[in-house]
């Protein structure tokens, strides 16, 4: 069984998909849920209004839901993670179930998600491995910069040039989400080589022209600046579910 998987000196790989998070004195803790029932997690989608699904469901109905999971509640005390199962069938003959897993950000990061499928899964999922981002050593001249890159990394988090801001009104954010077709790395390499780029170049490129055509499509000004940015994760990443990442503003 998955939670109950230890490491070589014996701590649990998934401690933390039976803890939820508490406050006290200002400050947020992991506790272990002592009333932790995996049927409260593991169960038939049973979700209902807005987030109700047809009984005779597609993948286009299941990808309708997904905005709306990302913004519901999470029950209070519980860790907050969930693992749906649904019939899916597309022309009502065929019908296979589908997985679906809810799961905070808090818990862990991609690879740890991950490393939990896989496991699930018994199979690889093809994600490649992390590997190191900054391969140069720091020299003298770099250690330098190191108050000068700090001062412009706090002045563009503080988001002030950002072109696009809205206001909610007190209101939750609506959140959309994107699913595409993976795009193969060798068209990557092959636009990177035609351009006389580098292979992020193309990434960042894509992203924001994507970015671009939904500014577009909703009518809206397209922002000559638009602060974001990204997670990329440490090389040697550790075989459980947790956090491990570096964050690069740009």
Request: charged share 20%; glycine share 8%; proline share 6%.
């Amino acid at each position: 069984m998955v939670l109950s998987q230890r490491r070589s000196n014996g701590q649990l790989l998934y401690k933390k998909l039976k803890q939820t998070w508490t406050n006290y004195c200002g400050y947020t803790f992991w506790k272990t849920d002592g009333n932790f029932k995996l049927e409260n997690h593991v169960r038939d989608y049973d979700y209902e209004g807005d987030l109700r699904l047809p009984i005779h469901c597609t993948k286009e109905d299941a990808r309708g839901v997904m905005s709306g999971l990302l913004g519901a509640p999470w029950v209070k005390g519980r860790s907050p993670w969930e693992a749906f199962f649904f019939p899916v069938s597309e022309d009502y003959e065929n019908t296979r179930t589908l997985f679906m897993l809810r799961i905070h950000h808090a818990l862990g990061d991609g690879y740890s998600i991950e490393g939990l499928l896989k496991t699930l899964a018994q199979t690889e999922l093809g994600m490649p491995k992390p590997k190191a981002f900054f391969g140069k050593k720091i020299g003298f001249l770099s250690v330098l910069r190191v108050p000068y890159d700090f001062a412009g990394l706090i002045m563009d988090s503080w988001d002030f040039q950002n072109n696009w801001h809205f206001s909610t009104n007190g209101k939750p954010r609506d959140v959309h989400i994107s699913i595409f077709k993976s795009l193969p790395v060798s068209l990557i390499k092959q636009a990177k080589n035609k351009l006389k780029v580098s292979y992020a170049a193309v990434l960042y490129s894509v992203v924001g022209g994507g970015i671009q055509r939904i500014f577009e499509d909703a009518n809206l000004p397209v922002p000559d600046f638009l602060t974001t940015h990204f997670p990329i994760p440490r090389a040697n990443h550790p075989w459980r579910i947790n956090k491990s990442f570096k964050f690069v503003h740009i």
